[in-house]
């Protein structure tokens, strides 16, 4: 069994930054693709940034492109999620994910076999 921890959320003003961070622990994982998903209230799970941990190759929301960088550190195993210019629209509790083998279907939760607690990032104006 594979274990997300994820860290770093908190209460920010509009226009600040914050970190996530996502540890896997738990057997040996070797998963090629993590990912952040992120849910406000009274809405629906959505796509933020996935990353390729063997082509390190990551992919967008458009909502978070430009702003938002999804980051893997090999030795660690943990992928990060650095968000700048945040918005108010940005609130939500960001989940961690990860599968073992890539999927062009990244953007979709349902290719996910394991997910973090989730964490709350809170934007205010």
């Known amino acids: 069994q594979v274990q997300l921890v994820e860290s770093g959320g908190g209460l920010v003003q509009a226009g600040d930054s914050l970190r996530l961070s996502c540890a896997a622990s738990?057997?040996?994982?070797?998963?090629?693709?993590m990912g952040w998903f992120r849910q406000a209230p009274g809405e629906e799970r959505e796509f933020v940034a996935a990353?390729?941990?063997?082509?390190?190759?990551?992919y967008y929301a458009d909502s978070v492109k430009g702003r938002f960088t999804i980051s893997k550190d090999n030795a660690r195993k943990t992928v990060s999620l650095q968000m700048n210019s945040l918005k108010p629209e940005d609130t939500a509790i960001y989940y961690c994910?990860?599968?073992?083998?890539?999927?062009?279907?990244?953007?979709?939760?349902?290719?996910?076999?394991?997910w973090g607690q989730g964490t709350q990032v809170t934007v205010s104006s």
């Open positions: 738990g057997r040996p994982f070797s998963g090629n693709a």
């Open positions: 994910a990860a599968r073992l083998y890539w999927t062009v279907a990244y953007y979709n939760q349902e290719m996910y076999t394991y």
């Open positions: 990353i390729r941990w063997d082509a390190g190759k990551a």
